[in-house]
T-cell receptor, first 115, second 116 residues
Framework: DTGVSQDPRHKITKRGQNVTFRCDPISEHNRLYWYRQTLGQGPEFLTYFQNEAQLEKSRLLSDRFSAERPKGSFSTLEIQRTEQGDSAMYLC?????????????FGQGTRLTVV | AQKVTQAQTEISVVEKEDVTLDCVYETRDTTYYLFWYKQPPSGELVFLIRRNSFDEQNEISGRYSWNFQKSTSSFNFTITASQVVDSAVYFCALSEMEAAGNKLTFGGGTRVLVKP
């Protein structure tokens, strides 16, 4: 499978717990993005990496959120002290910088439910 | 700031009818890209089409066609002869050029239900 892979697909956690999601991009893609999608809404940009460098973070990304992309390969998104408002679908996407305006390819997402 | 508006929240059609989805965008950039993505019930966003701001030529790709009008900041999308498998949520999206990392700003989506 050469698409974007996300793990886990579903996560249920208690409020206050920490959670970590993983994204494996398409191997030749040097850009990786995280988006959040709440029910009935379009995805909202959270952050993006070019190789291992995190180049932009949205104001939506509070200090409880941290993302990493060690060695410019897979990425992790951690949410500390989860709140019910964090319940959403977390989408990862990757693209290549080689072609201007190239489309981003999305994974199937991780659905987080905070109870 | 960028903004994408999809005024239609839900459209219901009978199979074989055409479906046109509206999209209006706002951006201060003179160069940008516009996209349509499809999100079936499985949740994965599937890329459908891309158009850059330099090219207002409208095209047809299979059963998909689009109408890009820069003067009205609209990027409408049509599915011809709809099929039940077209049932999904469709998102219009906008991205700035290279400097902004091509991050996407999405509209709120239009749910399309195609009935047999």
């Amino acid at each position: 499978d050469t698409g974007v892979s996300q793990d886990p697909r579903h996560k249920i956690t208690k409020r206050g717990q920490n959670v970590t999601f993983r994204c494996d991009p398409i191997s030749e893609h040097n850009r990786l993005y995280w988006y959040r999608q709440t029910l009935g809404q379009g995805p909202e940009f959270l952050t993006y990496f070019q190789n291992e460098a995190q180049l932009e973070k949205s104001r939506l990304l509070s200090d409880r959120f941290s993302a990493e992309r060690p060695k410019g390969s897979f990425s992790t998104l951690e949410i500390q002290r989860t709140e019910q408002g964090d319940s959403a679908m977390y989408l990862c996407a990757s693209s290549t910088r080689d072609r201007d305006g190239t489309e981003a390819f999305f994974g199937q997402g991780t659905r987080l439910t905070v109870v | 700031a960028q903004k994408v508006t999809q005024a239609q929240t839900e459209i219901s059609v009978v199979e074989k009818e055409d479906v046109t989805l509206d999209c209006v965008y706002e951006t201060r950039d003179t160069t940008y890209y516009l996209f349509w993505y499809k999100q079936p019930p499985s949740g994965e966003l599937v890329f459908l089409i891309r158009r850059n701001s330099f090219d207002e030529q409208n095209e047809i790709s299979g059963r998909y066609s689009w109408n890009f009008q820069k003067s009205t900041s609209s990027f409408n999308f049509t599915i011809t002869a709809s099929q039940v498998v077209d049932s999904a949520v469709y998102f219009c999206a906008l991205s700035e050029m290279e400097a902004a990392g091509n991050k996407l700003t999405f509209g709120g989506g239009t749910r399309v239900l195609v009935k047999p």
